[in-house]
């Protein structure tokens, strides 16, 4: 079984600019979770969909962070435009059920200078 | 809920000696406990679970415990190896919302 899929696996861009991370979960599941780990701390939940609804999104930063599940299968975040603080691995991660076993993708290490 | 307090933060223990790690939860709906190992670099992995109709759960060297009532929950790993030297975090799950503890990091000195 294929496991869950992120590009780019490195990014650095300075602030103010954009920048898109991708996400394929691993087949047949419907819950897609974006998690940033910031160095030294934990995951920490941004968004979740169950297919492409969203089921939380109550800790993601709207005002410059966006994310898409279109048609319930791979998906997309976005942060326009970057801060320092943003510098983190954000990690997606799949579960075939809603509060059940995640597995993770292996994470995009984004630096903003 | 969203309080997940994990102890200890840093913890090191000789080869073949049992190791326990502690976390707490506040929101009395969580009812999904699993334990993820991360190692340097790399992406957390499920070491173990368990849900709110069950107290204990063991799987080899790894078994963790869960108090309802407490609202805590631990994970015991025995006979540690130096290959267990990760970071270890908790994590509580509650109806759509999800969070993990701070962390400890594990250090087994062979």
């Known amino acids: 079984e294929a496991g869950v899929a992120q590009s780019p696996r490195y990014k650095i861009i300075e602030k103010r600019q954009s920048v898109a991370f991708w996400c394929n979960p691993i087949s047949g599941h419907a819950t897609l979770y974006w998690y940033q780990q910031i160095l030294g701390q934990g995951p920490k939940l941004l968004i979740q969909f169950q297919n492409n609804g969203v089921v939380d999104d109550s800790q993601l930063p709207k005002d410059r962070f966006s994310a898409e599940r279109l048609k319930g299968v791979d998906s997309t975040l976005k942060i326009q435009p970057a801060k320092l603080e943003d510098s983190a691995v954000y990690l997606c991660?799949?579960?075939?059920?809603?509060?059940?076993?995640?597995?993770f993708g292996p994470g995009t290490r984004l630096t903003v200078t | 809920g969203e309080n997940v307090e994990q102890h200890p933060s840093t913890l090191s223990v000789q080869e073949g000696d049992s190791a326990v790690i502690k976390c707490t939860y506040s929101?009395?709906?969580?009812?999904?406990f699993p334990w993820y190992k991360q190692e340097l670099g790399k992406r957390p992995q499920l070491i173990i679970d368990?849900?709110?109709?069950?107290g204990e759960k063991k799987d080899q060297r790894i078994a963790v415990t869960l108090n309802k009532t407490a609202k805590h929950f631990s994970l015991h790993i025995t006979e540690t190896q130096p290959e267990d030297s990760a970071v270890y975090f908790c994590?509580?799950?509650?109806?759509?919302?999800?969070?993990f503890g701070t962390g400890t990091s594990l250090t087994v000195i062979p």
């Open positions: 991660a799949s579960s075939l059920l809603l509060v059940h076993e995640q597995y």
């Open positions: 368990i849900r709110s109709n069950v």
């Open positions: 929101d009395s709906a969580s009812n999904y």
């Open positions: 994590a509580d799950g509650a109806g759509n919302q999800f969070y």
